[in-house]
């Protein structure tokens, strides 16, 4: 999982905007694998679960920096 996560590199800041379309394609991967592979599906939804929290993150840092 961290090797997916890692996999990325450097990015810009986007206030979380290029988190959230992640987030959302490791859910819908997640969602098509759950009932035939649950394991997978469970690493899916917690990549889905980390980017949301970037997301977060990155709004937030946004907000708080004035950007």
Request: net charge negative; aromatic share 12%.
């Amino acid at each position: 999982m961290t090797g997916i996560f890692n996999q990325r590199g450097v990015f810009s800041p986007t206030g979380g905007v290029e988190e959230r379309g992640l987030a959302k394609k490791y859910k819908e991967n997640a969602d098509a694998v759950r009932t035939r592979y649950p394991k997978v599906a469970n690493i899916y939804d917690k990549l889905c679960e980390r980017y949301l929290y970037d997301a977060d993150s990155e709004r937030e840092l946004e907000e708080y920096a004035g950007i």
